[in-house]
C-alpha cells in the first residue's frame, strides 16, 4: 500500500500535466461510448456501421482507417452478441429455432 503524502504528491503532479489529464478523459470517454453502444438496438448499431463505412470513406477519399475498421468490426460484434440473444430469448419462450440471420448464412459459407 502506498502512503498517503506520497499519494498525494503523485497525484497533484499527474493532474498538473495537461497531457495526463486529456489521456484519462479521452480513456473514460471510449468506455463511456462502448457503454452507450451495447445499448443501441441493432438497427441503430446497423446504421452507424454503414454511416462509417461509407461515408468516412467518401470524406477521406481513401480506405478505412484502421480506428475505423476496428470500430466497425466492435459494431458487427454488439449486433451478433443482441441477435444471439434475441434468438436464444426467442426459442425460450416458443421453442422455435429461428432461421439464420443474413451476416450468420454469410459467415457460415466463407
Known amino acids: 500500500m502506498i502512503d498517503s503524502q506520497k499519494l498525494k504528491t503523485q497525484t497533484t503532479y499527474s493532474l498538473k ?13 471510449m468506455h463511456s461510448a462502448a457503454a452507450m453502444l451495447q445499448m443501441l438496438p441493432v438497427p441503430v448499431l446497423e ?9 468516412e470513406v467518401k470524406d477521406r ?7 475505423d475498421r476496428s470500430f ?5 460484434e454488439l449486433m451478433r452478441g443482441a441477435r444471439l440473444k434475441a434468438h436464444r430469448l426467442f426459442h ?14 454469410e459467415k457460415k459459407s466463407s
Open 92 to 105: 425460450g419462450i416458443t421453442g422455435i429455432v429461428p432461421e439464420p440471420d443474413e451476416d450468420e448464412k
Open 61 to 67: 477519399k481513401g480506405p478505412l482507417t484502421l480506428c
Open 47 to 55: 446504421a452507424l456501421r454503414d454511416y462509417v463505412q461509407e461515408e
Open 17 to 29: 500535466l495537461h497531457d495526463v489529464r486529456k489521456a484519462a478523459a479521452a480513456y473514460e470517454l
Open 72 to 76: 466497425v468490426e466492435h459494431l458487427n
